[in-house]
């Protein structure tokens, strides 16, 4: 059964500073693995997927990677702002096939301005 | 949230009354999936569906129960509401099996008094 842990629960940064928030996962054979915002009160919205065959995606000031071996993924935020603030959860496939994935409870992040 | 409806966005209710979840997507995707949220907990699968009337368990389905007439519909059915059932609902819908790549409604917020 797959495992998803977020490494840190919550993080205050200053605006503009470089950041990484961590997801580990149990499930080595995982094929990708989703990064989702959720602002408060709101749903979730897909931020970047990676295939294990991609190792890293990017969008705009967004950097993911993947490293199946290690059983990791780091989301790299360069240049916070503001809004960024949000909570940021990862998720992996729970098993393969239809029965969709299993989240992180993600890392509260917020930017002061 | 294009393309998902969840309704009803809020709801209150009091236990042991039932209470019907629908989620409604106009992406004639194959696969629709129920998760619940709940603080320290994260995201969790309820049911799952990979069409129509083909309905599985998830990870906390006990009370719960659903179903798919239609490709467009996903109904998330408590027999018999619990305080414990107090949550929010996300239903969300992916088009690729194993690739669970998900795209997630807005989110109702049930309370059950």
């Known amino acids: 059964k797959q495992e998803v842990t977020q490494i840190p629960a919550a993080l205050s940064v200053p605006e503009g500073e470089n950041l990484v928030l961590n997801c580990s996962f149990t499930?080595?054979?995982?094929?990708?693995l989703q990064w989702f915002r959720q602002d408060p009160g709101k749903g979730l919205t897909s931020l970047l997927l990676i295939q294990s065959s991609q190792r890293e995606q990017t969008s705009g000031r967004l950097n993911a990677s993947l490293d199946k071996s290690s059983g990791r993924s780091t989301l790299y935020i360069a240049a916070s702002q503001p809004g960024d603030s949000a909570t940021y959860l990862c998720a992996g496939p729970s098993g393969g096939g239809a029965d969709g994935l299993t989240f992180g409870k993600g890392t509260h992040l917020i930017i002061q301005p | 949230d294009a393309g998902i409806t969840q309704s009803p966005r809020h709801k209150v209710t009091e236990t042991g009354t039932p209470v019907t979840l629908r989620c409604h997507q106009t992406?004639?995707?194959?696969?629709m999936y129920w998760y619940r949220q709940d603080p320290g907990h994260g995201l969790r699968l309820i049911h799952y569906s990979y069409g129509v009337k083909d309905t599985d368990k998830g990870e906390v389905s006990d009370g719960y129960s659903v179903s798919r007439s239609k490709t467009e519909d996903f109904l998330l059915t408590l027999e018999s509401a619990t305080s414990s059932q107090t949550s929010v609902y996300f239903c969300?819908?992916?088009?690729?099996?194993?690739?669970?790549?998900?795209?997630f409604g807005a989110g109702s917020r049930l309370t059950v008094l």
């Open positions: 499930d080595s054979a995982i094929y990708n």
């Open positions: 969300a819908i992916s088009d690729i099996s194993g690739a669970n790549v998900l795209t």
């Open positions: 992406e004639n995707h194959r696969y």
